[in-house]
């Protein structure tokens, strides 16, 4: 208050109380100046998640995750931004824009589905702002080159879940095996794996059958599937629509060994599906069966922990993996926001944003829900073997595989 | 490819094309009296089921309170109408059958023991959560513009179909439900597979168009809303209201679309998003019947299940493509055998 504003307009000989009048025109000044040094030092987390379309029974949980993330983190305050893109790439895209350029976000979370994901990524790049997608192909972080350097996930990858896939299939003995999926990029994303795996496990994939999410009948698919009389079937789909080719293959009379992918693991999906599920395997996070986990093994406790808060806030078997991928992204901002923050960059600047890739980039033995991470200049992943179950379908509940 | 499978996919082909079928009439009778595709339609289909699973779930259905929410709009616009016309005249009708009536239903339909009193009365408590809201959206959303466009009223459809989406997201969530089935039996001949549940879609959708047919040919209101489809504005001189046969037909729309959704709930896991699709495939069977006659959308719609079933076989990955392709054949196949009467001449 001691610096005297230059004030040609006012005449001292016309108004006695010129100086009060300065003061008062200096106190909004005062009040922006104070709190814009508070807002600098908030952080604001962008968020953008299929909340409605397709891939809404991913986004709907992913979103109750990020409501229970704490609001201040190292004295800092946190400000979530959430945004929903409807399942749709176009709107993801413009979602990350408006995210960066408007709302000058530090991070981006997002988006639920690989092609969204990918479609991220040239925005996070060109505005270097480090994005976490909870999506699960492998093409989203590797290879780490200069525009996936900003970009980490937390599931595992697609390719994780069908190695151990393979590999179940491979030791059961079973060597015929027929795929119906959806025929949309996640069917395209697990066949195309399978197809990769499939010579090393010695497997022959002698009938790929596809039918949309909202089919009200896939008879002849399975027709088509049962004449080829396959030792296994994967079902390559996710959520409630999963359980109609299980249903139909079951009536139909297969009595082979059914598998499906981690896009089912949720409650919805065994309630709808009841006995017509009874033994299927499937490959999962370790979250779903964390009771069954040795105590020794630490992502137990964390991954418990994680489903008594989400149950408490939501409802009690309203637990499921993607809610959990959702939060492992809040646990690798609370190990890297403190490591930006000591490098002394102010939130909202690009030397910040850079200070938070680095701080995740360099995340080691990190204990989340679904695994130990451990992230490097080449693998922005992070997971191991521990990361993933085969896991059974008994009584209508999830089950470790034996 | 042999005779038994060829067998199980006609019958499969029947029972899908069954519901697309009782979708196909929905579509042409509204289009007739109304001139509105009527895509919201397979939103009222996929409201149908997910009711049906609520209800057999013990929960009151959410569908219910919707309902009542248009009720009270619609009231809101009688009294404001009343207000502005400075007569009470028909106020108290409207409250009852648009607040009185949903809240009805709604308190019946959160009775246990109505919840567990055995399909047929579930259906019938579905239904009634479910048919006043076609004429009520009606009111709402095409009555102010009757006189417009085709392309205006199908665009204002399309936007209801949106709207009906996100409401669907609210109530039901993402996730689908599957119906308990009327009947579990089931029937061997040869090696296809009869199930009982099949065979009542196929009787049951027989039956409704049987009825449907007696109302048109025999009853005077059926009569007087084949009327309004020949030519609205004669009808409007012989003393039947647009508005009243619009809401009949968005009522009787809403009954036909509404029983597909409880017959085929058993059958496939419907989620929200479902509807659109069902929509969709009868209203290709209703284009291939000209959106003007009801046996043609029926044969269109046989048809169309038909080759979906049996290309979800040969070509699963184009099963849609087909499908939908079927509508460029038939619509190149009408405009060039077209006599040349504009619709939009004044008539």
Known sequence: ?402 | MDASIAAILTLDGITTGAVYALLAISLVLVFTVTRVIYIPAGEFVAFGALTMAALQAGRAPPTALFTLGLGVMVFALDALAAVRAGSARGLLRSAGWNLVFPLAVWWLASLPALQQAGQLVQVALTLAVLVPAGPMLYRLCFAPVQQASVLTLLIVSVALHFALLGVGLVMFGAEGSRTLPLTDARWAIGAVQLSGQNLAVVLTSLAAMGALAAFFGRTLTGKALRATAVNRIGAQLVGIGPARAGRLAFAMAGVLSVFSGVLIGPITTIYYESGFLIGLKGFVGAIIGGLAGYPLAVAGALLVGLIEAFSSFWASAYKEVIVFSLIVPVLAWRSLTHRGMDEEDPE
């Open chain 1, 1 to 402: 208050m001691t610096a005297r504003l230059p004030n040609p307009n006012l005449n001292p000989a016309l108004n006695p109380r010129a100086s009060t009048t300065r003061l008062w025109r200096m106190l909004p000044v005062a009040a922006l100046a104070l709190a814009s040094t508070l807002a600098t030092a908030q952080i604001k987390v962008g968020v953008t998640l299929s909340t409605t379309g397709p891939a809404a029974s991913l986004g709907i949980p992913e979103r109750n995750a990020v409501a229970l993330m704490p609001r201040t983190i190292a004295g800092v305050s946190i400000e979530y931004i959430v945004l929903d893109d409807a399942s749709d790439p176009v709107k993801a895209v413009q979602n990350t824009r408006k995210l960066i350029s408007d709302d000058k976000v530090d991070v981006v979370l997002g988006s639920s589905t690989t092609p969204n994901s990918l479609a991220m990524l040239d925005v996070v790049a060109e505005n270097k702002t480090p994005q976490i997608s909870i999506a699960s192909s492998l093409r989203i972080v590797d290879p780490v080159d200069a525009k996936r350097m900003w970009v980490f996930k937390t599931p595992q990858n697609d390719a994780h879940m069908m190695t151990a896939l393979s590999q179940h299939m491979g030791d059961q003995g079973f060597r015929k095996i027929g795929i119906i999926g959806f025929n949309d990029a996640y069917g395209e994303g697990v066949i195309t794996e399978l197809g990769k795996l499939a010579p090393i496990r010695r497997l022959d994939v002698t009938v790929v059958e596809r039918y949309a999410r909202t089919d009200t009948s896939v008879t002849g698919q399975v027709l088509k599937v049962l004449a080829a009389n396959p030792d296994a079937v994967l079902i390559a789909a996710s959520g409630t629509p999963a359980v109609l080719p299980a249903r139909t293959l079951k009536e139909r009379g297969y009595k082979g060994q059914i598998y499906f992918t981690d896009g089912v693991v949720n409650n919805d999906f065994l309630r709808v599906g009841g006995k017509d599920l009874e033994g299927a395997f499937l490959p999962a996070g370790p979250v779903v069966v964390a009771k069954e986990l040795a105590d020794s093994n630490p992502i137990k406790k964390v991954a418990l922990g994680f489903t008594k808060m989400y149950e408490d806030a939501n409802g009690a078997g309203s637990m499921n993996s993607f809610a959990a991928h959702g939060w492992n992204a809040w646990l690798m901002l609370e190990r890297a926001i403190p490591v930006a923050l000591k490098t002394g960059a102010k939130p909202g600047t690009e030397a910040f944003r850079a200070a938070l890739r680095d701080g995740l980039e360099g995340i080691r033995e990190l204990v989340t829900t679904h695994g130990v991470m451990n992230m490097s200049k080449t693998d922005h992943m992070g997971f191991d073997q521990r990361a993933r179950v085969m896991v059974q379908i008994k009584n209508g509940t999830w089950t470790l595989a034996k």
